[in-house]
């Protein structure tokens, strides 16, 4: 069993940059695959970004290719997720994950789910 707690999230504006933290609790995190999801309103939770568990591999969904990188601190238990020149549809709760396997990026392969933090972006 893994317990994971997001922060960091909030209101800013388009433009705006802001680090989202994962901290992770339980089992041996270094054995987990970690990722970060989002849901907008009405609609499904979309994959984000995800990183192997020695950090060595990532993969982004192509909407934030170039803009939020994911990286993750072993020693400390906590993955990251930095997100650059946010616009309005990056609006959303936005979720860890992590997973059994090495890396993934579907929903169904994640096991432990954190409860979400609130990302808004104001035009």
Partial sequence: QVQLRESGGGLVQAGDSLRLSCAASGRTF???GMGWFRQAP???RDFVAAISWSG?????????KGR???SRDNANNT???????????DTAVYYCAA???MIAVATSAYQYWGQGTQVTVSS
């Fill in 79 to 89: 993955t990251y997720l930095k997100m650059n020149n946010l616009s309005p549809e």
């Fill in 42 to 44: 009405g609609k499904e």
């Fill in 99 to 101: 997973t059994m396997r």
């Fill in 56 to 64: 060595r591999s990532t993969s982004y969904a192509d909407s934030v």
């Fill in 30 to 32: 270094s054995s987990f």
């Fill in 68 to 70: 939020f990188t994911i």
